[in-house]
């Protein structure tokens, strides 16, 4: 029997890190961090967003169903994001993935769950 990708992603601490990774990633990124650098200043908030995501990818990926935050069109509304900036935001996953040595086809997998979010997600 195969493992989930919640497995292959190392369970809710491989997660947790990889969002920790992809957000110093976006902090960074000159392309998006204009929309995360302000979260500097509200850490409680960041961590509020942080935990959501770790939960809404624990959900998704086949681990506990834990996620109990907005839909994704409701999150995004009113954000107005980019194609190009949902591409730099990928990237940066992808950045985070290899960080924590995720093998080539468990990123496939992370990279199609991203594409099928994108229409929920740019300029809503």
């Not at 190392?10 to 990124?29: P, Y």
């Not at 086809?105 to 979010?117: E, R």
Request: charged share 25%; proline share 4%.
């Amino acid at each position: 029997m195969s493992k989930t990708l919640f497995e292959r992603l190392g369970g809710r601490n491989g997660i947790s890190k990889i969002v920790d990774d992809t957000v110093s990633e976006h902090m960074t990124n000159p392309n998006v961090n204009a929309r995360f650098l302000p979260f500097l200043e509200r850490p409680e908030h960041l961590a509020i967003i942080k935990q959501h995501t770790v939960d809404f990818f624990v959900t998704g990926s086949g681990g506990p169903n834990v996620y109990k935050g907005k839909d994704m069109v409701t999150a995004h509304t009113g954000m107005n994001i980019s194609p190009a900036e949902y591409m730099h935001v990928m990237d940066d996953i992808v950045t985070a993935l290899d960080k924590n040595a995720i093998n080539e086809d468990t990123k496939k997998d992370v990279l199609a769950i991203l594409w099928s979010l994108k229409g929920m997600i740019i300029a809503k």
